[in-house]
């Protein structure tokens, strides 16, 4: 399927939410990615993905959050297992365009949760009724500030073998 079939919104809902003592304005969440199970030829089915995040506007990290997120989309990173990705780029592609939104929304998400589930017709809807799980996020705490040169270093006793 083209990328342009895909679908992905976040938009206000006029919700408010009190989240580790802060006020999280709501935003409601839909995306939409059709894809051809098997390839070309395969059966037509969509990944459904809809939800809620609650957004602290102004939240400390806020600026490094978005700066992260939009390099992420630009570059095309993904957050799955690369077979995955170029299995589905698609999916990969709806992601990245979702992180170039969170990332306009002035804020930190501090509780997301989403549905995901896949539709299609006869085989494919058959197929599809296995696929749905639902997922929460919720943010304990935002620390801002240097990260010590630790955090990146290989833990202890790990080694590196190249193939050749």
């Known amino acids: 399927m083209s990328t342009g079939d895909i679908k992905s919104s976040i938009k206000p809902n006029g919700q408010t939410k009190q989240i580790g003592g802060k006020t999280a ?28 995040t609650w957004v602290v506007k102004g939240a400390p990290g806020t600026a490094d959050y ?29 992601m990245a365009k979702m992180y170039e939104q969170f990332a306009s929304l002035g ?19 058959l197929m599809a009724k296995a696929f749905h799980f639902q997922m929460t996020t919720t943010v304990q705490s935002i620390e801002t500030g240097a990260l010590s040169a630790d955090m990146f270093a290989p833990p202890a006793g790990y080694k590196l073998t190249l193939k050749k």
């Open 25 to 52: 304005n709501g935003y409601d969440i839909e995306i939409s990615v059709p894809f051809m199970m098997g390839g070309e030829k395969g059966m037509a089915m969509t990944i459904n993905m809809s939800g809620h």
């Open 66 to 94: 978005a700066a992260f997120y939009r390099g992420a989309a630009a570059k095309g990173w993904i957050f799955q297992d690369p077979k995955s990705a170029k299995a589905a780029p698609g999916q990969a592609k709806a």
């Open 107 to 125: 804020g930190v998400p501090y509780e997301t949760d989403m549905e995901m589930k896949e539709s299609g017709e006869g085989m494919a809807g």
